[in-house]
């Protein structure tokens, strides 16, 4: 989709602009996730690439797209081989940036028999993502009709400062509100969608979601606050809404190994579609695809579709 010959807001082509973290995972199977204080013994022990901002894009890339990563690694070997894995699944790495003397993302995962994760991330050089220099990036690339697509594994700063350059330069932002944290109610307000989890919409509108009806109540009531917002509820699909209506829309039913990297092909897939013209449910329903593809193996990236 990138064509360095075109020259933004000139006929220029929409972009999809991913800006999220790069880790290397570390997952091992267990019984169960050990309690404080408890060792647990596992096995199938992988290691592989991951991190938000890295899954997304590479949920993208496998859907047809040439996402461009905004990111930050470190120069270690790590570093090198995160970004030799994104460049051949199609990933734009241009604008990743290598900072010296600095280790790379790492995430340790503990996967328990019936799928569910638990996961310790420690950003390394994503730390050091600058808000002033991610933005003057989004601003230069940035074309009307381009999607920003965000998370908050990388500084809040940058996400915020980033995502109003997107929307200043006619771009569409797609916010992935996980790791949940407390946001600016700017970035929420730009948010086309705002993409939580069940959790994460109880977070934000202070009310339980135990059933669809919840979730569809919920997102109702948030979607007052941003220019749309979907629900991602697991096996039981997601719930989609604008100021004017609410929609649900059923998962698909498929046995589940790992639920890790589900929501990041959902969103990953989700933005792909919308930069190529989807609509919302649409691109909703793309993403519940991606999501039941990649439940089924084990591993962050490998099995998105």
């Known amino acids: ?17 991913v800006l999220g973290s790069i880790n290397r995972d570390h997952a ?15 096995d199938s022990y992988t290691y592989g690439s991951g991190g938000k901002g890295a899954n997304q894009a ?10 461009i990563l905004l990111s930050a690694v470190g120069d270690d070997s790590a570093g090198e081989e995160l970004l030799a894995d994104l460049r051949r699944v199609g990933v734009d790495t241009t604008h990743v940036t290598r900072h010296a003397g600095m280790p790379s993302g790492i995430a340790l995962i503990t996967v328990s028999r019936d799928g569910e994760n638990a996961i310790v991330v420690a950003p390394g050089a994503g730390a050091a993502v600058d808000a002033s220099t991610t933005a003057k990036t989004v601003a230069s690339i940035s074309t009307p009709g381009s999607v920003l697509l965000s998370q908050l ?5 940058a996400v915020v400062a980033s995502g109003v350059a997107a929307h200043e330069a006619g771009a569409r932002v797609v916010l992935n509100l996980s790791p949940f944290q407390a946001v600016p109610e700017e970035l929420i307000r730009l948010a086309d969608p705002l993409v ?15 059933s669809v009806a919840d979730a569809e109540n ?4 948030l979607a007052s606050r941003c220019r749309s917002i979907v629900i991602t509820l697991g096996a039981e699909g997601a719930v989609a809404a604008e100021a004017d209506s609410v929609r649900s829309f059923p998962a698909r039913k498929v046995p589940v190994v790992d639920t890790t990297g589900a929501g990041d092909s959902f969103a990953g897939a989700l933005a792909a579609a919308l930069v190529t013209g989807a609509s919302l449910d ?3 329903l793309a993403g519940i695809d991606a999501a039941a593809i990649t439940v089924q193996h084990l591993g962050a990236q490998g099995p998105i579709p």
């Open 1 to 17: 989709m990138h064509n360095d010959d075109q020259v933004p807001g000139q006929g220029s082509p929409a972009l999809l602009m």
């Open 28 to 42: 091992v199977v267990v019984d169960h996730h050990p309690k404080p204080g408890e060792t647990v013994l596992g």
């Open 58 to 67: 590479v949920a993208a890339a496998l859907a047809g797209v040439t996402p």
């Open 153 to 157: 594994e990388l500084p809040l700063p």
């Open 196 to 210: 939580v989890n069940a959790g994460e919409a109880e977070g934000l509108a202070g009310e339980r979601i135990a």
């Open 218 to 221: 919920a997102a109702r009531t």
């Open 282 to 284: 649409r691109a909703v």
